[in-house]
Every structure is written in structure tokens, then in C-alpha cells.
């Protein structure tokens, strides 16, 4: 019961980034109409918001130590964070700490504007193309995005600490009444997942009790008619590109302490959060999220041992058989609607 | 009648003992490798061909690898203040090229893919005339590589490989290896393990699914159930895994008290990070502390798992710490030069450069065959391992082991690891038909051409 509830726990959180991930795709399908290969890469991008935030706010000076030397035997350069010295060492140590809370400020609004200024400036020029068009242009996007941020930051794994408080991990065994240590989850992990509950909701809310988010409901549903009625629907869906963009970012950002950012993170999440978005239903945005926590959990679950054990490899092709089955069965995913990717 | 003593049969043998007698005296000299070989360099310039990540998950160790390659280009053409070949026990090296000709270099991007790899290394050997191929730093890629230039007829010097494959069932007689491996690494941690955590452990092995990973995990799951350890289980995890969390999991329901992360790269960073937000490090099982162990060290690696790596033991090739006249003339030669202590990436290649230019001086050619007996059982020193030996059964260096650990009080960004013991050479040596060297063939060597 201990393993199970664990890998509950791991497949929630698991499925808390696929979710996010999937969630902004199926916003930018959902309204574009554009299927964005680079949308892996702005997760990434977010985290490494996060990486830039920490070094910022590292920015030191230095002094020579002569009582230290370097590598070379020469007298040491001692490096103090200029946060450090404006608002001693305490303060200026807790602000360096908190550096992935406060990137979440800062990643905001650059993504957004990075979701701008790729809509604006290249993938409204595709609205009319093929979809094999779109995926060409936007899976090139996130190549070079790759590589522009392994040219200024490197190709090996950044590691991007999480806050000192929420280091180390929770005791559910003791909670629950199991043997100590039997259910333990790391507290970021556990912040995660509720961050990205409050993510999920907060756009849900904004597209269902704002007058935006019914303009934007309705020309999802029928754009041509929105814009018989005057609206500029264009104009609402760039800023949806850019919502969905600060949703990938800021799962981006959250995610750096549990696994140190590199280059590649975003690929590595990109075809799960598709096949996310195809089991869910191309275009239904709580199909994006049922679906992301679904196959995280059948993820972690099929990871276990004893799983493994009667079905060696299962852990690796769990997600696409499920979505096999799924898609046999209905072939419109979970909860896709008529007409979508059907014309 | 003739009462003679000749027979057909003794002037056979006279005639074959002065022939052989006669040219024993050029076995070491070019002449003996005159006979045509590939990309045999006719004009003033040798070109060597550098095949190293340069994209893909390795290009940090890639590029430090380029670094110490051109540096040790650099100090084989006369410039530079030498670095290790002052240092170096063969004084063959003149600082004036290889055989005179000057240094030259082509580079191919490996991108941590075999079939990229042997694409890049064919382009070097084909269209650039490379007459040795040197580099990597995946196992699979080396293996890979070595294969080709078996075929080609080139020398291989490989770069940072740590499977005992690449020296076990898949060497080559055309393929050296200066860098350890899982066997060693596993030999010189026991006993400090032993000392450390005591005799009654039980271990959980998480390990990369290739060829390095099984290697490793076999090498060292032997040694510490020879000291007492007991094995909970061993996971296949797919290098391609990213989150390990659902493999970190179950490690504390199991009853093991020492996680051991057959793990390298970013698989290491992101399953030590793993680990360590599980809080395995404050547990505490049977009575005793958790304990995790990382068998193969780098310091790229460390810095990417940052405070993770703290208290925690593994082995490495070489450290730009150690004291001895060799590595700190490499480490004043690379610091002055790039700004930063080399990684054992840069200290491994550098090393192979220096040594196949040493082999082709002593032998007079560029002959592969030539090179190949020139570094058979050649023993040296000054490279910073100590007295070390190319064993000519399968072509791995035999030297002192670093034991490891993650230092608690770094006093900069690349003060991450300290040296806990050197471990001699004699303590991580195996015969040649060791089990987990076996079932490969050597071969003789191909000239190529």
C-alpha cells in the first residue's frame, strides 16, 4: 500500500508538468490552430529563467584573499555577491536563496513577450500553411533555440537549488500511520504539484469568468462568426500565445530544482505533452490536464519493480500504448470534440 | 662423393637465422615500416584527427577535450612552455612536430552518437588524411570508433571510455586506451567503502542501460559482495530518463542502507539530484546511515549536481589537484592558457597525444603497425598517474586509481572533489583472461593501405 501510494504521489507530480505543458499547446491549438513543436522549448526557456534569475543575483565582486591562493598558486580572487554587500550578508544570502520563488516574477513577463514576439514575428506567417508547414517551422524554432541557449550557458546540467526550507522531504508513512520512511516526498516536489494546481485553475478561471476568456471560448468555437461581430480575434489569440508561453515558462521555472536545466529539457518533455494533448482530445483543454495526470501516473506506476518485473521495458512504452488503445477506442482522444483536426 | 655438411634444410635455417639477425637491428627503425600504410604523410605535416562531442549532452567534456588537444598540439610544435612533455619520461619528443613533420589537426563532432561518431572519424580518415583518430566520451561511441579504425588501418587513442568493454571483448589491436575502468574503479573503491560504511551493507544499484553502465554495475556489485555486502536489486534505468524519481522511490522500502548510482553524465546530475531531495541522505536504515555511492566521477559532472555531491564517494581517472611534477605542469600549461584547471576529459587526451607522438618518434613511423608494437607494454612517467604501462595483451593502461569524495568546504567552483586515497596500481590490476575482460580478440594490426 506504502509503494503504491508513493507512486502516486511521483505520478501526480509527474503529471503536474505534463499537464502544464500539454495545457499551453492545446491553448495555442485550441486558437491558433497551429501545432507548436517549439512549445518544449519554452519550458525550457523558463527554466532557464530561473538560471539566469540565480545568476543575477550572484553577480559578485571580487577581492584578492592573500591568504588564499587559486589553482595556479596565485594570491585568490574571493567572490561576494553585490546582493550581499547592499543588504548584508543575512539578507542578501536569503534573496540568492530564493532565487527560483523570484524568477517566477521575472519569468512572466519575458515569456509573454517571447510568446509575442514568436507569434508576431514568425508563426502568424504559417496560419494558412499545412500543419506538416507549421510542425517543420516550429520544430526548426526549437532547434535553434536549443542551441542558442547552449551557446551562452553550455551543454551540461545547471544546478538551480530550490529555497533551503524546502529541502529535504515529508513523512506521509507517519502521517498515515505506516513505518517511518515508508511514504516520504521530497517538499518541492510536493509545491509543485500545488503550484501547478493554482496554475491550471487560474486559467481555467480566466477563460471561463472574464469577458476576455468568453471572446476568446467563442472564437475557439467559431472564430469566423467572433469576427463577423467585430471582435479582433486575432489580437486576443496572440495574447493567448503569449498566456500559453507563460504557462510552459513558468512550469519551466518550477521544475529547475527537481532536475538541473540543460539545453535539452524541452524535448525530452515535447512528444510526452503531445501524445498528452492527442489522448486528451487535439483542442479540450481539460482533456489536456485529465490526460497529463492520467499517463503521469501510469508512468510511475508502471516504473515500479514488480510491474517491471512481468513486463521488462513497460515504463518506457506505457504512455504510447495507453495512447494507442485510447485512440482505437476513441478515436478523438478522452475528450475531443467533433470537427477538430477532422477537416 | 661429396662429404659436405650443407643439406638444402640447414641452409634454409642459416640462410632465415642471418636474414632475421640482420634485420632485428631495424624492427625499431622506419625502415622496418616502410612498406606503404594509410594516409602515410608524404609532406611536412602530419595531420591528426580529434573526434569529440561537440554537440549533445558531452560538449562541455567535449570542448575541454578540444582544449587540451590543441594544447597539446601547441607543445608538440614547440610552443607553449611544453607542459607535461618536460615531465614526461621518454625524451623522445624534440618539440619540433612528430618525425619532424609539423602538427596539424582536423576535429569531428561525435555528438555522443555512434553512428555520427564513425561518420566523423571515416570523413577525417577519408577526406583529411588523418593518420590517428583520438577521442570521446561515451563508451559506445569508443567501441564504436575503435571498430572503424580497426578497418580503416589507423591508430585510436581513445579518449574518456570507462566500460571494460573497450579493453575487454571489444578491443582492438589498433585501440589503446590510456583512461581506467569499471574494474579499476571498483577495485580501488572497496576497500574504502569497507573502511568507511563496514562489511554489513546492503546496496541498491540504479544503473545506465549500455554497455559503460552494465560494465560498471557488474565490476562493482563483485567487489563489495567480496567484502560482505549483500545486492537488494539492480534497475535498468534507459539513458534517455531525465526524471528518476520513480526510480529513487522504492529505494528505502527495500532494506538496502547504500544506494549505489552506476551513473554518469547527465544521468548522474539528475539522479543524485533525485536522490537527495528524497532526503536519502538523512535517512537512516538497519540502524546505520543511508549512504550513496557514484563509482565514476567528473567534475563537470559534480558541478552540475552542486552541493549534491558532498560527502559522497566515487573514483576519477586523474585531478588537476595532485602534486606530483607531471600534473602541475599540465594544469600551469592549461590553467595559463584557458583560465580553469582541465578536467580528466583534458587530462586523458592530452596524455594520448602525447604518447602516440612519443610512439611514432621511438618508432620511426607513422606505420600504425609500427606505433602499435612502439606502445606495447611501454612503461612511462611524468604524466601525472604515476608509473604507468600500456599492457600489450589488450592494449589498457595500467596506473594508480583516485579514490574520491565530494568535498564538504569547496573553496572555489572547481575545488569540488577531494582526493581521498590514490589507490596503487597493483591493487586495481586483473590478468588479462579476467571473466569480465573475456570472449573479445585482440587481432594484429591493420596498416591499412
Redesign the interface.
Known sequence: M??IL??LL?GL??GSAYALIALGLTLIFGTLGVVNFAHGALFMLGAFCAVTVQRLLSISFETIDPD?V???GNP?KVKTPYVESWFGPEMGGAIVDWSVPIAILFAIPIMIAIGFIMERGLIKHFYKRPHADQILVTFGLAIVIQEVI?QFY??????T?APDAFK??FDFGVLLGFDP??V???Y??LVYFGFAAIVIAAVFAFLQFTTFGMVVRAGMADRETVGLLGINIDKRFTIMFGIAAAVAGLAGVMYAP???P?Y??GM?FLVLSFVVVVVGGMGSLPGAVLAGFMLGIL??FS???VI?SIVPGI??IIIYLVAIIILLVRPRGLMGRKGVMED | MSNSNFTRRGLLKTSAMAGGALAMPTIFSGAAWGAGYMNEPTGSTVTLGFNVPQSGPYADEGADELRAYELAVEHLNGGGDGGMMNTFSSKALKGNGILGKKVEFVTGDTQTKSDAARASAKSMIEKDGAVMITGGSSSGVAIAVQGLCQEAGVIFMAGLTHSNDTTGKDKKANGFRHFFNGYMSAAALAPVLEARYGTDRTAYHLTADYTWGWTQQESIQAATEAMGWQTANNVLTPLATTDFSAYVAPVLNSGADVLVLNHYGGNMVNSLTSAVQFGLREKQVNGKDFEIVVPLYSRLMARGAGENVKGIFGSTNWHWSLTDEGSKAFVKSFGEKYGFPPSQAAHTVYCQTMLYADAAERAGTFNPCGIAQALEGFKFDGLGNGETEYRAEDHQCFKDVLVVKGKDNPTSEFDLLEIVEITPRAQVEYAVDHAMFAGGDLGSCNPGA
Do not use: C, T
Open positions: 506504502d509503494v508513493l507512486q511521483n507530480d509527474k588564499k587559486d589553482f595556479l585568490a547552449k553550455g551543454a551540461n546540467p545547471i544546478p537549488p529535504g522531504s520512511n515508508a516520504i516526498y521530497p518541492w516536489r527537481i532536475n538541473s540543460n535539452h529539457m525530452d508512468e510511475s516504473s515500479m519493480n517491471k515504463d518506457q
